[in-house]
């Protein structure tokens, strides 16, 4: 975490799952890199992995481990089909989870796609003292998770309060 002009900055690692997705392809994966620059954090890694629960936990295990990531953000295979196995990925590795904000972003996702939010199983949590956030696989939602959620939560100067000033405290027992 570092100081800037904006408040605090986040190293955040961006995770894309899927099975066809490639970086020339990866729009979602890109407009999150691009709104958290815009933000002024940090981009930590980028990496696409394939809709596999043991590769999406390994990934997942490094970068909690990793001093260098604060908070993770996935997108894709948040929905209910065979290979959609985020949610299970990150769920298993959750100390605390974080129901609101999958509550939260279907309740906004409401508006835009009105009933079909239903399939989403978004999910964020706390493992190890990182900030870990699944969301599906769209361009819009990653822009409305992003645009209505995330950014407020990752600005350290958002009252009346934000995850930023919990980072110090996330590992005390």
Known sequence: ????????????????V????TEENDKSGD??????????HLLAEKRIVK???????????EWIDSSKVDVV??????????????PEAFECLYEKSIPGFGELFR???????????MQSRATAGVANGTFLFALPGSTGACKDAWDMIIVHQLDSNHKPCNLVELMPRLMEK
């Open 1 to 16: 975490m570092n100081d800037t002009k904006k408040g605090k900055s986040v190293n955040i690692a961006v995770l894309t």
């Open 18 to 21: 899927s099975d066809t997705r």
């Open 31 to 40: 407009t999150l890199v691009e709104r958290l620059i815009n933000a002024g």
């Open 51 to 61: 809709d596999e629960l043991s590769l999406l936990k390994e990934t997942l295990k």
């Open 73 to 86: 953000i996935a997108t894709g295979g948040t929905g209910v089909t065979g290979r959609d196995v985020t």
């Open 107 to 117: 309740s906004l996702s409401y508006q835009n796609i009105k009933t079909s939010t």
